[in-house]
RNA sequence: UGAGGGUUGGUCUAGAGGCAAGACGACGGGUUCUGGCCCCGUUAACCCAGGUUCGAAUCCUGGACCCUCAGCCA
């Protein structure tokens, strides 16, 4: 068969990238057929267009990796490309902070940095060139008057009057247009195709609009801005795109795209249209984004417990957790709500090889060892990453007095809980076995201290002579070497599973989203945590040391995602059965 | 009720006329100085109805349901 010989080459290829093989989707069943037939000779161009108006999120990593990631693979490129035709709402603060994330995520787009902006002159002269076709007029209708005369979903449209001016007429217009001449809102000009298109998009859609308004890059240039249709297909031309993907609800618009780069008979990229993300427990839609940002829900863009990049960055997520991710959801044309929990394990499976562990308690509880001598101490070993020998070794101080987490004691330990009890024995991580012999309550009840005797010979935490077992190993620190550090615990940001499809999604912020642990204990290592590293603290998850808010000799950590909890799950369940 | 897009286990994704596959989750077990990691196993899906075919998730016909579009936003 002759198809089968440039097929297994592109496999050749692929098989050569050291990046992990993405999976293969219907995008690249097309690219593999264009490649086979020659249709853009044999080259892939592809680009990531964001409007400067927000921050970037979760949602455009997945068009950014694709993008990306299609260009790395079939050998092309990838532009960056700013869709800034609307100076009402953009601004150089997004074009910087989407310049930031798209780097921090991993990708380079080279020299090839554009802007709409930058086609402005040939996008007017391809709008002259439109009314020259007889294919575009400018019509003096109000907003209102264009409304009414679009029809509706099940009506056509009628035509404007002013819909076949003459085209010198036109071309004054435009031209005055351009000039300033008119107010805002007086006149547009648009494409004539046909009012009665079942397609709406087609009813003679607008493609410049007058704005008395600066430009981030342009500045006090142009009066008249292409609208997105106009603007878009025509940089993807200039550019020399072959593939233009982009978000399903712009399905409707390819009839448009095709139509302008036809009459006007130029290069003609093709569009592909895929699903967006949407992502469970929090919402991605840049208005309700912006609601959280504006209505103080959260703490800016860059909150930790935002979806936006940005706020992954800050909360301690990884560029190599998020493509994988973008990786593993994989790409297709259905609308589709994947579970945050595959995000969670994405972050998990990275850092569980590459992360320190460290010894931390969050909810400390004092723990007494009665014959443990008192003023003296001692160092003992602890492996810094099981996954990694190479990562060495650290000592941990052990003395008289220790913390353990709160929820590691039970006076009336329910069945299946195997941590410390009244006269129960565990074992302390790279320490001792302990044995619990009395427990202290304050006048309210709570228990709060224990009073615990050690077995010297089960120093470093290994099994005694007598071969006795526990079942449980549990975290601590010492009291007297102990460091403090506030420790952030950022939980889902809301409670429910689809907050976009409550009548009101505020409504549904989980307000456990954010809680800090104020009197986290920390072991003596944590002295040389800097700003911006991982660490997993054993047995509760990875934390980051959050890169705004600490400083060299004051950490502050957030966690990023506990670890997997099996113990939870079992309490879930018994509390559930009552 | 116009046009367009869509429907495969709980979730996401493969599948292109020939054994419905993988990942996540859930459940059970093994291992373990992290109730982590790792390992093993179980569970569980082609929207419906017809048709074509030796054979249909796939092709055809009809239907149901979901999503998008009536910005001088993108």
Redo the contacts with the bound molecule.
């Keep these: 068969m002759t198809g089968d010989k440039p097929k297994s080459a592109y496999e050749d290829d692929g098989a050569a990238s050291d990046r992990e093989a993405a ?4 995008i690249k ?1 097309i690219i593999d057929k264009d490649i086979q037939t020659g249709k853009y000779d044999g080259h892939v161009t592809t680009r990531f ?1 964001p ?1 400067p ?1 927000g921050y970037l999120h979760i949602g455009h990593a997945k068009s950014i990796c694709l993008n990306f990631g299609l260009a790395e693979h079939y050998g092309g490129i990838c532009h960056l490309r700013f ?1 800034d ?2 100076p ?2 953009e601004n150089t603060e997004y074009v910087e902070s989407i310049i930031e994330d798209v780097r921090w995520l991993g990708f380079d787009w080279k020299d090839n940095l554009y802007y709409a902006s930058d086609y402005f002159d040939r996008l007017y002269t391809y709008a002259v060139q439109l009314i020259r076709k007889k294919k575009a007029y400018v ?1 003096s ?3 209102d008057e ?2 009414e005369f ?5 009506e056509p449209g009628k035509k404007s009057p002013y819909r076949d001016r003459p085209v010198e007429e036109n071309l004054a217009l435009f031209e005055k247009m351009a000039a300033g001449a008119f107010e ?5 000009l648009r494409a004539k195709i046909d009012m009665a298109a ?4 087609m009813r003679d ?2 493609l410049y ?3 008395k308004k600066s430009h981030h890059r342009t500045g006090e240039r142009w009066c008249v ?5 106009f ?2 297909c025509l940089s993807d031309s200039i550019e020399k795109i072959t593939h233009s993907l982009c978000t ?6 390819r009839e448009l795209y095709d139509w302008i780069l036809d009459a006007l008979e130029v290069y003609h990229p093709q569009q592909i ?1 895929f ?1 967006r993300l949407n992502l469970s427990y929090t919402v991605l839609s840049k208005r309700r984004l912006i609601q959280l940002v504006e209505e103080g829900y959260v703490n800016g863009w860059g909150d930790p417990r935002m979806p936006t990049l940005s706020g992954l960055r800050r909360r301690g997520y990884t560029p190599g957790a998020i493509r994988k991710f973008c990786d ?12 945050i ?2 995000l969670e ?1 994405c972050q ?2 990275e850092l ?1 090889v590459s992360a320190p ?1 460290v010894m931390a308690v969050l909810n400390p509880l004092r723990v007494v060892i009665e014959n443990y001598p008192d003023g003296e101490g001692e160092m003992l070993e602890a492996v810094n ?3 990694d020998a190479s990562m060495g070794t650290r000592n941990v101080p052990f003395s008289r007095v220790i913390y353990i987490e709160k929820e590691d004691f039970m006076e009336e330990p329910p069945k ?4 410390l009890a009244p006269d129960r024995e565990v ?1 302390l ?3 001792y076995f302990i044995r619990c012999r009395g427990v202290i309550k304050d006048e309210h009840g709570e228990v709060v201290e224990l009073r615990c005797t050690y077995d010297p010979e089960t120093r ?3 099994t005694p002579p007598d071969g006795r077992k526990v079942k ?4 601590w620190v010492s009291e007297r070497h102990a460091l403090s550090a506030p420790v952030r615990l950022y939980d889902h940001l809301f409670r429910v599973e689809n907050p976009q499809a409550a009548n009101d999604f505020r409504g549904h912020i989980n307000p456990a989203s954010l809680t800090e642990a104020a009197s986290a204990k920390l072991e003596p290592a944590l002295k040389d945590a800097r700003p911006g590293m991982h660490y ?1 603290f ?2 509760l998850g990875y934390f980051y040391t959050d890169p705004k808010e600490s400083t060299d000799d004051h950490p502050v950590f957030n966690r990023v995602v506990t ?5 939870a ?2 309490r879930k ?1 018994q509390n559930a059965g009552g």
Excluded at 23 to 26: A, E, I, Q, R
Excluded at 150 to 154: A, I, K, P, S, V
Excluded at 563 to 567: E, F
Aim: charged share 30%; aromatic share 8%.
């Design positions: 999976p293969v989707n219907f069943h267009p409007e108006n869709d035709t609307n009402l709402r019509d209708l109000s907003t264009i409304r679009r029809g509706t979903l099940n805002e809102g007086t006149c547009v079942p397609n709406i998009v859609p607008t609009r007058i704005r801005y292409p609208m997105y249709d603007a878009h399903l609800e712009f399905v409707n618009n249209e699903a593993v959801i994989g790409v297709a044309r259905r609308d589709s709500m994947v579970d929990s595959l394990h998990r499976e569980n562990r990453n099981p996954e299946k809980f195997f941590r074992r991580r790279y320490a470093g935490g290994n449980a190993t549990l975290h997993q054993e047995r670890l997997r909890d099996t113990w799950k079992i369940k």
